[in-house]
């Protein structure tokens, strides 16, 4: 039995583990990942490991959520990451999500959002999701703006580049 977060009528949206490894190494290294959210020197085994020891599963112990592995339900295949992340320079949590390019513009994003967002009102107590997103990264912000988030200003971590911060207010 897998343990499963969620399920929506294409997918199974679960916590990530170690055994996903190979899987972030091909995500983390995909064309659309490196353009929009940027290298983080995940080439190996031990890299991709430490990736989800340090990021996603640590803040499943932190904060009671995190990226969460999605699959398709009908090849059982891992096809993206979708999930909340906590950041210490935004007052909210930030919905995050990326895709392999095979399965970008079939609607897999929007379900594993739509799910999300519905996981974080429910089952979270969440009432105010942002997101952060380039300006040029117009499929995300096109995700966004369906999901229902409203722009709502230039925003710039310390030593990166200018972002779009965007909000939905879940109440």
Known sequence: MKDTQFITGRLWIRKICKQNAE????????PG????IGDRGVKNNEQAVA??????????TE??????????KES????GLCGLLKRDTLDYPDLGFAFLPEYMGKGYAYEAALSTLEFAKTNLGISILQALVLP??????SLLKKLGFLYLRPF?????????LYQLNLA
């Open 51 to 60: 990736y989800i020891l340090n990021g996603p599963i640590k803040s499943y």
């Open 136 to 141: 040029e990264n117009t499929p995300s912000i």
């Open 76 to 79: 059982g295949l891992p096809i």
């Open 63 to 72: 904060h009671g959520y995190g990226l969460y592995l999605v699959e398709e």
């Open 33 to 36: 990942w490196l353009q929009y």
């Open 156 to 164: 710039r971590f310390p030593e990166g580049e200018e972002l779009s």
């Open 23 to 30: 899987f972030i190494i091909e995500l983390l290294n995909s």
